[in-house]
């Protein structure tokens, strides 16, 4: 007699997400973390976001880590987007939210797209705090008693830097499979 799997056999893709304001780092953060040609979906940006092309609907990136198949997606940064936050995260194991480390003036969007997110889809996460390699940067622990969070759920990293994405993500992974209830 064969028996049905009950759960999703261990090398199902996990997909995680990547969140945050324009800017702070998720389309790059797909791009230096992907092993497959990154689908990004890009457009001239209609309002002054400070650059010309901005994310419209997502850019999806997979990477294999610790012999697990990821699928990353990126959301938009404006909250005209935001009814794509909540398609992408439908069924997310995990969400990364992004906040570049520079620019403090984001930091109450980026609370304000974690609460959107996390209010309707609850999946552990982690923030993480870009251009770390910048000067004058907030330091994670900061941004961690801004968000009023613990702060081993902050972590600073520069996005272009694959080993730091990685490790990112390994963290993320730690709080997703781990068997006690996930933070936040
Ligand atoms: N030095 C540095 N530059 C970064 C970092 N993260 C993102 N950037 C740069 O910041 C700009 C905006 O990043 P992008 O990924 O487009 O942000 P998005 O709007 O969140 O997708 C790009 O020029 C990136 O190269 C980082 O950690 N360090
Ligand atoms: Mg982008």
Redesign the pocket.
């Given at each position: 007699m064969t028996a049905f799997p009950t759960a999703l056999p261990p090398q199902a893709p996990l997909k995680l997400v990547v969140s945050?304001?324009?800017?702070?780092?998720?389309?790059?953060?797909v791009?230096t973390l992907s092993q497959t040609p990154v689908v990004a979906t890009e457009a001239e940006a209609s309002e002054d976001i400070g650059?010309t092309n901005?994310?419209v609907a997502f850019?999806f990136g997979t990477l294999h880590l610790d012999g697990q198949e990821l699928h990353l997606y990126?959301t938009p940064?404006q909250d005209r987007f935001s009814f794509m936050w909540e398609v992408l995260c439908e069924g997310a194991l995990g969400l990364v939210l992004?906040v570049?480390g520079d620019r403090p003036q984001d930091f109450a969007h980026a609370r304000g797209i974690l609460d959107f997110i996390t209010s309707r889809i609850p999946v552990p996460f982690l923030v993480g705090v870009?251009?770390?390699?910048?000067d004058r940067v907030w330091d994670p622990a900061d941004v961690a008693l801004y968000f009023g969070l613990p702060q081993e759920q902050v972590v600073g990293?520069?996005?272009?830097?694959p080993a730091q994405a990685r490790e990112v993500l390994a963290h993320l992974l730690e709080l997703t499979l781990s068997p006690q209830p996930a933070l936040g």
């Open positions: 945050g304001p324009v800017g702070a780092g998720k389309t790059t953060f791009q650059k901005t994310t850019d990126g940064g992004l570049a870009t251009r770390q390699d910048q990293l520069n996005a272009t830097d």
